[in-house]
């Protein structure tokens, strides 16, 4: 059953609680995100951007509210089926396919992603498309030249690269982008930072990030939370010259243009 029309947002919450016994992590947060945003959701260490994004993403039931995906309610459905739907977040690769190389990943998601079964990638020459896509995502991530180096050797740069690619391997039309450079030595930054601007564009974006050089280069729209509450939303500008914003997260003399 559709709700009512949306018109160009993919993805929204509305209303949106969650209370762990007496404590209100999500307090009736409404965001909206539009087709091919660039949208940053930022706040305070604390301020409820986990949870919000647990609860986006299934992990978390809300205790009130409704959550819908292109214009579909989702509030009930399981994570995977959220990225069946369409709806996928980056994830810690270090914590998963250690003992494989980049291409193997790539391909074992790829081939799952199609229906074609788990163990295709062990014969990659066999589909074709399987093996273009993987070569496409291996070059726009930057990935080629370590593709046959098992994942837990990688430079922690390559690693996050690679979960990003495997997300976009899932073919979604929300990513949630979650902390991309965090931990990322300055040495390996940029490159990332490059491949992040690069996203294809009929993707919708929402990035959780501490790194505000980051969030400013790459997003046309901002939501602070604060507290579990949404503290105000705006575009980048918008946002760097707020009283409130500046007072409680970005910080006098943090200017941000």
Request: charged share 20%.
């Amino acid at each position: 059953m559709r709700t009512q029309d949306t018109g160009d947002i993919v993805l929204s919450c509305q209303g949106l609680v969650k209370r762990f016994g007496g404590i209100t992590a999500t307090n009736n947060v409404t965001l909206n995100l539009r087709k091919g945003a660039r949208h940053a959701l930022i706040g305070p260490n604390g301020a409820g951007k986990t949870t919000l994004i647990n609860l986006l993403t299934g992990v978390l039931e809300p205790t009130s509210g409704s959550i819908g995906l292109e214009g579909r309610d989702i509030s009930r459905l399981a994570p995977h089926q959220r990225v069946r739907r369409g709806l996928v977040r980056t994830f810690q690769i270090n914590q998963l396919f250690n003992s494989m190389t980049p291409l193997e990943t790539l391909a074992l998601v790829v081939s799952q992603q199609r229906g074609m079964g788990a163990q295709v990638w062990r014969r990659l020459g066999a589909g074709k498309g399987v093996a273009e896509r993987c070569v496409t995502l291996l070059e726009q991530f930057h990935l080629a030249e370590v593709m046959n180096q098992r994942t837990e050797h990688l430079a922690y740069g390559k690693r996050r690269l690679l979960e990003i690619a495997i997300a976009l391997a899932c073919e979604p039309r929300v990513l949630l982008l979650d902390e991309p450079v965090a931990g990322v030595p300055a040495g390996e930054r940029e490159e990332l930072l490059q491949t992040v601007a690069a996203l294809p564009a009929d993707v919708s974006v929402l990035l959780i990030e501490h790194d505000m050089d980051l969030v400013f280069s790459f997003a046309n729209r901002m939501t602070v939370l604060v507290n579990g509450t949404v503290l105000t939303e705006g575009d980048p500008e918008q946002i760097a010259n707020d009283p409130q914003v500046k007072a409680v997260y970005l910080g006098q003399g943090q200017g941000h243009g």
